[in-house]
């Protein structure tokens, strides 16, 4: 049963009742060295979204007529491939990076391109360069709407003399902050504005046939300009040399190692796994592949139960242990897994792409275990209970939890008073939040 803590730790939860790997390692990296399997039949790129959003603007439509159903087929499509994936730490890996580089549709307009942005920017480099996702990331529409880069202008271009404008460090800020160096690094204020004058002129043309990145070079700063002590030309070259620059910078991958031992190894890492990770990236030059399998082979890997799952990653648990999410979705049934995944997101704090900051979603227990909480687990558990499939709790325990399954919880599930009460008692056991 080793390969159990692989299943629940680097994947989605175990699909009913579906086999071990008898290899764990080799499971991780059949995974990654494979294409990635993901379709989303029907969706649109983002030029699609941003069509619909110019269109909605240009004839002032209320209501979102034409973005929401971009967004809710982006939703649905996405969150089902989370439930059927058979690439499950290929996926985690996706959802991980988009949290990353979180984009929400809170503001920025970004409800239109978000689910593309997913599909663009991130799935398809996963398996790659960090620097190389790090530069999809921020010339996609979504980021640079998301953190109002649309609108900075350098004060002494054409543009800016003409308008009287100036910069918006948002994006600048994060990238630094949040996306690559970290404040480890010890960049200054100075730093960040004048990464700020790096990217201005890179937006979004809305008037284009098919919109899309834009770089406006009467937006941006004239000049060279410094960046942590190196020097960088003007125009869009320039902003592609600083991000190559963060991208492999030391600091980058000390702060990526972190927060991936974090999210998939423990809350309180200990320092040498992040060494260990640090040093696959630093040997690899940022090859996201090497470094995403160097997590597997890290002692702690092999212990079960060692995160306690955020909402996304209980919900994915449960809707796939009743082996949800397979054939047709009617957009109008409210049990479809989709809507039920959805549903389950908004209802325990987590709705999907609405991170409130650009810092994301926490990957840390005490973010998600307060007693209101798990109120809320236990609540959702027994309206799940109600609409599952016939399944026999006590085997469906066995097969979902494995080696993590203690006898008191199997004994409880036994003697339940009803299917429903057992298949609520198996979801709210102490085991299953934790993967």
């Known amino acids: 049963m080793l390969g159990a803590p692989f299943v629940a730790g680097f994947g989605w939860g175990r699909r009913g009742g579906e086999g071990l790997p008898d290899d764990p390692r080799q499971w991780l990296a059949d995974q990654l060295a494979a294409p990635d399997g993901a379709r989303f039949p029907g969706l649109g790129d983002s030029a699609d979204g941003l069509i619909a959003l110019r269109t909605q603007r240009m004839e002032k439509m209320q209501g979102d007529p034409l973005v929401k159903p971009v967004f809710q087929a982006e939703v649905a499509s996405q969150l089902g491939n989370i439930l059927t994936t058979d690439q499950p730490f290929r996926d985690r890996l996706c959802w991980f990076w988009m949290n990353h580089f979180t984009v929400s549709v809170r503001q920025g307009g970004t409800r239109a391109v978000i689910g593309a942005y997913m599909r663009e920017a991130i799935r ?26 649309t609108g900075s202008i350098g004060p002494d271009s054409r543009a800016g003399l003409r308008q009287r404008k100036g910069l918006n460090e948002n994006l600048a800020r994060e990238c630094l902050e949040l996306h690559t160096v970290s404040p480890a690094a010890g960049y200054s204020q100075a730093d960040v504005t004048r990464f700020a004058a790096i990217l201005t002129g890179w937006g979004v043309d809305m008037k284009a046939a098919r919109p899309g990145f834009l770089f406006r070079a009467n937006a941006h700063e004239p000049g060279e300009k410094t960046l942590m002590g190196r020097s960088f030309p003007e125009g869009e070259e320039g902003g592609l040399m600083a991000l190559e620059f963060l991208g492999t ?9 972190l927060k991936l031992v974090t999210h998939f190894i423990a809350d309180e890492p200990a320092p040498s796994d992040v060494t260990r990770i640090t040093a696959v990236l630093h040997e690899t030059g940022g090859d996201l592949k090497a470094a995403s ?35 047709p979705i009617a957009p109008e049934n409210g049990h479809a897994p989709p809507k039920l995944f959805a549903n389950v997101l908004s209802s325990l704090g987590q709705p999907l792409w609405t991170a409130p900051l650009p810092n994301g979603w926490s990957d840390k227990a005490a973010d998600w275990s307060a007693p209101a909480d798990m109120i809320a687990r236990v609540d959702w558990a027994y309206r799940l209970a109600a609409i599952a499939p016939e399944v026999d709790p006590p085997e469906l325990a066995r097969d979902v939890l494995g080696p993590a399954l203690r006898r008191p919880t199997l004994e409880a599930i036994r003697h339940a008073g009803s299917r429903r009460e057992a298949l609520t008692l198996l979801f709210t056991s102490p085991e299953f939040q934790r993967r």
């Open 124 to 149: 398809p480099h996963v398996t790659g360069r960090f620097a190389d996702m790090l530069c999809a990331v921020m010339r996609h529409p979504a980021m640079l709407m998301y953190l109002d880069n």
């Open 249 to 257: 910078h030391p600091a980058t991958y000390r702060h990526i190692a």
């Open 293 to 327: 399998l160097a997590l597997g082979d890290l002692p702690a890997a092999r212990r079960p139960g060692r995160k306690f799952r955020s909402p996304m990653e209980y919900g994915a648990a449960a809707l796939r242990a009743l082996d949800l999410g397979f054939g």
